[in-house]
């Protein structure tokens, strides 16, 4: 059981807009920044999005990442095949004064 | 470019030691926190621990605190996670990762992660 809550898995069609949620509580996402990691199949996990919204350089501005509260939110437009992968949130958890994930998404290209 | 490179991964049985080396490349070591992170294959990942660019601050999961140290070389630009008294729940991959920021790990991020090196725990 992961700290911060994911869907199990999100699909859509190539050229669709597909959003991921990330819930929490208040001693992580509600008092923390947010990033969110994409895992492409047999590989490490790489930066996606920090600090909430910020892409690194590199990232495609089909990416954006949000939060409101003790929630976040990944959003992919203009889904492309190559997006099919896992993708996990991250915070910072004050109370277990340690780094907690999501159980990660699988995003599936229909 | 930013490489980290893990090794010292195996098989052992429970209540075995294991040493675990990242040794990095491409950025200035002390600047920066690093951390491990495990994924056990096919499932979520799981943040082990973090230490500050210095050295001075270390962070653990509840799961390994007590059992794992983690420690940093400036010398020799290489982390390293100590795990004692292993079980095999630790059974996984785990990653070395660098951290976007020096001493406010909980501000920062995970920018570059290792390829992983393979735990297995088991009698």
């Known amino acids: 059981q992961s700290v911060l809550t994911q869907p199990p898995s999100a699909s859509g069609t190539p050229g669709q807009r597909v959003t991921i949620s990330c819930s929490g509580r208040s001693s992580n996402i509600g008092g923390n920044t947010v990033n969110w990691y994409q895992q492409l199949p047999g590989t490490a996990p790489t930066l996606l999005i920090y600090s909430n919204n910020q892409r690194p350089s590199g990232v495609p501005d089909r990416f954006s990442g949000s939060k409101s509260g003790s929630s976040a939110s990944l959003a992919i437009s203009g889904l492309q095949s190559e997006d099919e992968a896992d993708y996990y949130c991250a915070a910072w958890d004050d109370g277990l004064n340690g780094r907690v994930f999501g159980g990660g998404t699988k995003v599936v290209v229909l | 470019e930013v490489q980290l490179l893990e090794s010292g991964g195996g098989l052992v049985q429970p209540g075995g030691s294991l040493r675990l080396s990242c040794a990095a490349s491409?950025?200035?070591?002390?600047?920066?926190?690093m951390s491990w992170v495990r994924q056990v294959p096919g499932k979520g990942l799981d943040w082990v621990s973090g230490i500050s660019g210095s050295g001075g601050s270390t962070y653990y999961a509840d799961s390994v605190r007590g059992r794992f140290t983690i420690s940093g070389d400036k010398s020799k630009n290489t982390l390293y996670l100590q795990m004692n008294y292993l079980r095999p729940e630790d059974t996984a991959v785990y990653y070395c990762a660098k951290e976007s920021m020096k001493y406010d790990l909980p501000s920062s991020a995970i920018d570059y992660w290792g390829q992983g090196t393979l735990v297995s725990v088991s009698s």
């Open positions: 491409g950025f200035t070591f002390t600047n920066y926190g």
